[in-house]
T-cell receptor
Framework: GAGVSQSPSNKVTEKGKDVELRCDPI?????LYWYRQSLGQGLEFLIY????????KSGLPSDRFSAERTGGSVSTLTIQRTQQEDSAVYLC????????????FGDGTRLSIL | SQQGEEDPQALSIQEGENATMNCSYK?????LQWYRQNSGRGLVHLIL?????REKHSGRLRVTLDTSKKSSSLLITASRAADTASYFC????????????FGAGTRLFVKA
């Protein structure tokens, strides 16, 4: 596809369940980012991938959050034992090679924890 | 803590007027970027200005960067209703890893 694709677009789940969010970056982009955005707020950095490696995981809020990237392409963000404070929009972005380059964003996954 | 902070938090203007948004940051940077976000959508990259540049133009957008004051401004000239969106600045710090740090954004409302 032409842009960054995220799925699902919306996810509603019960507290304590695990969720998996998917990101398909622009083909050929080696850098991939995950962010979290609460209502009316800015973006909170979660994790950065360069290829399949994650040199910066410092933004992951707790050990319930993990992410992986396979084949230098698709990435999944997994949240285990979800809590209500995990409710937010999770945005994925990719860029050609990484640092100091424009990032291309998907439209996000809106996660609601009941 | 957030690197970039925008002001004002919200701005309401009439179509045809100019809109100016400001961004301040805390540490030395490689570059600063401005993004736009329409409601319910992802961010769209507008313009990137490098640390050794002072001003950059793109269509109706003008961005300035003052590294001595650690601040940047985004000017949108002759605004249109379609410019209604949230605008964010983002910085890549020279030190401290690979993070791109976004500010809390300015919500711009352009009245037709």
């Amino acid at each position: 596809g032409a842009g960054v694709s995220q799925s699902p677009s919306n996810k509603v789940t019960e507290k304590g369940k695990d969720v998996e969010l998917r990101c398909d970056p622009i083909s050929g982009h080696t850098a991939l980012y995950w962010y979290r955005q609460s209502l009316g707020q800015g973006l909170e950095f979660l994790i950065y991938f360069q290829g399949n490696s994650a040199p910066d995981k410092s933004g992951l809020p707790s050990d319930r959050f993990s992410a992986e990237r396979t084949g230098g392409s698709v990435s999944t963000l997994t949240i285990q034992r979800t809590q209500q404070e995990d409710s937010a929009v999770y945005l994925c972005a990719s860029s050609e090679t990484g640092a100091s380059q424009p990032q291309h964003f998907g439209d996000g996954t809106r996660l609601s924890i009941l | 803590s957030q690197q970039g902070e925008e002001d004002p938090q919200a701005l309401s203007i009439q179509e045809g007027e100019n809109a100016t948004m400001n961004c301040s940051y805390k540490t030395s940077i490689n570059n600063l970027q401005w993004y736009r976000q329409n409601s319910g959508r992802g961010l769209v990259h507008l313009i990137l200005i490098r640390s050794n540049e002072r001003e950059k133009h793109s269509g109706r957008l003008r961005v300035t960067l003052d590294t001595s004051k650690k601040s940047s401004s985004l000017l949108i000239t002759a605004s249109r209703a379609a410019d209604t969106a949230s605008y964010f600045c983002a910085t890549d710090a020279r030190a401290g890893g690979f993070k791109t740090i976004f500010g809390a954004g300015t919500r711009l409302f352009v009245k037709a």
